[in-house]
């Protein structure tokens, strides 16, 4: 007489012990494919403003209109203290002057490699601390130099079609300067 395994009793159904493993491979495997299509296709874009006047960011939160685009407004000591890593782009706006090397420096410890990184408003040397290719160091500047709601809205349109590579909820990109 073969011998038999006993079934497990999932939810009162007989389920034998290996169809119990196998549809717990697939329901871990369903559940792995659905959290990267999340994490790449879907998620918000999240976005750091750092020491942005209450004017400009209140422009920026006006114009957003996508509800997969998250803006986030910190202060410089906040920002040392916060994980940047987590945004898709930051974005700080030195007004009076350039960044001092302490303020430099900070900035560099705080930033991933990959993270996309730009300096609005600054003098002289300021601008190296970019880590964008010059076309779209150029296109956010202007995007948001020029300002309304048409400009301010392709500027956060680019950073989840262009920055954060995001493939659903996303809008076209246009040259508005």
């Given amino acids: 007489m073969k011998e038999t395994r006993p079934g497990y009793n999932l939810f009162l159904l007989k389920i ?12 871990l495997g369903l559940s792995l494919l659905m959290g990267a299509g999340w994490h790449f296709w879907l998620s918000p874009t999240r976005i750091a403003l750092i020491n942005f006047t209450e004017n400009r960011y209140a422009q920026i939160t006006e114009a957003n209109d996508n509800r997969f685009i998250r ?10 203290e916060k994980n940047l890593t987590s945004f898709a782009a930051v974005y700080y706006m030195k007004r009076g002057g350039k960044p001092t090397p302490k303020e430099t420096a ?17 003098a002289g040397q300021g601008s190296d601390i970019t880590n964008l290719n010059k076309t779209q160091a150029h296109d956010l500047t202007a995007y948001i130099k020029n300002g309304g709601l048409v400009n301010l809205r392709a500027f956060l349109n680019y950073n989840r079609r262009i920055l954060d590579k995001k493939k659903v909820f996303r809008e076209a990109v246009f040259q508005t300067f």
């Fill in 71 to 80: 803006i986030d407004r910190l202060s410089p000591e906040k920002a040392a």
């Fill in 16 to 27: 034998p012990h290996r169809a119990f493993s196998r549809y717990t491979v697939f329901a």
């Fill in 106 to 122: 900070n900035i560099r410890k705080m930033l991933g490699k990959k993270t996309p990184f730009l300096v609005f408003a600054s």
